[in-house]
């Protein structure tokens, strides 16, 4: 996926969050947005828009010297992994437990501080697909035997592990791959330790501190993983920014909180999203 001209005030903005979120004062949050500002001015709009998410949010680690989300992300996954055994019992009591894990890993997509800066895991998690490719997802996985799940958010990832839990009960070998390092709100092999996902599955990571995975910037080892996997199940806009143009076994499971993103999909803006690209 390009960027678009509405990814620039949207990665400015979620740069001034994290600066004020780190704490940091007036004139560290200037300097760190007007050095995004240069950097988004010099742009090559064919690049996908988390490189540039990328390198606004190095610029703001430097400048604080921390991560800025750290305290955030592990208050999320406490209120999330609080509702673990909520959210369990809706899927093993539903009429199709893999379809509502499904949907309640995309709806916990809108925890993302990037897009919904006020977003609370404590609060009722829902919506409703306005594209399932819920078919071909089920005959693709009937076919596989291994899958890789390219985790997303801080928080969510007590979501995704109710799904991958699910995959894994019909006897998938699952993997799950998460950040190599601290970007915005997205999971890291901290966060799935916190909600409990390592005693579970084998998680790996991209190798990489962009916030979305995107091949080239991936390590040698997740490309491995990748190309060997039956099926790919990539959550969350940024996995589809940096993997859009890609074929195969490979599903997209978001909700589209930005236009360009509902627009590159076909749905309107909000909207749950499963999306094959086989």
Request: proline content about 6%; overall charge negative.
């Amino acid at each position: 996926m390009r960027t678009y001209p509405d990814c620039i005030p949207c990665i400015l903005r979620a740069t001034l969050g994290g600066a004020r979120l780190g704490g940091g004062t007036d004139e560290e949050a200037w300097e760190v947005v007007a050095a995004g500002a240069r950097i988004a001015a010099g742009w090559d709009r064919r690049k996908p828009p988390i490189l540039l998410g990328a390198a606004v949010g190095r610029v703001l680690r430097d400048k604080l010297g921390r991560d800025p989300y750290q305290d955030f992300k592990r208050e999320v996954n406490a209120l999330a992994l609080a509702r673990y055994g909520q959210w369990k019992a809706e899927v093993t009591r539903a009429p199709d437990p893999l379809l509502h894990a499904l949907q309640l890993a995309a709806a916990g997509n809108a925890l993302d501080l990037g897009a919904h800066p006020a977003a609370d895991p404590g609060q009722p998690v829902g919506g409703e697909f306005a594209r399932l490719d819920y078919p071909q997802f089920r005959a693709a996985l009937e076919r596989a035997r291994t899958v890789l799940y390219l985790a997303d958010n801080a928080g969510e990832i007590v979501l995704d592990r109710i799904l991958v839990e699910e995959l894994l009960a019909r006897g998938k070998g699952v993997t799950v791959a998460v950040r190599g390092g601290p970007t915005l709100n997205d999971a890291t092999l901290d966060d799935a330790r916190e909600v409990g996902l390592t005693e579970v599955v084998q998680v790996l990571t991209t190798g990489s501190d962009v916030p979305g995975v995107f091949l080239p910037e991936a390590s040698a080892e997740f490309r491995a993983a990748f190309k060997a996997a039956d099926l790919v199940l990539a959550k969350g806009m940024g996995n589809f920014e940096g993997l859009s143009q890609e074929r195969g076994p490979l599903f997209f499971l978001l909700q589209a909180k930005c236009r360009p993103v509902a627009e590159e999909v076909g749905v309107s803006q909000g909207s749950l999203v499963l999306l094959s690209r086989g």
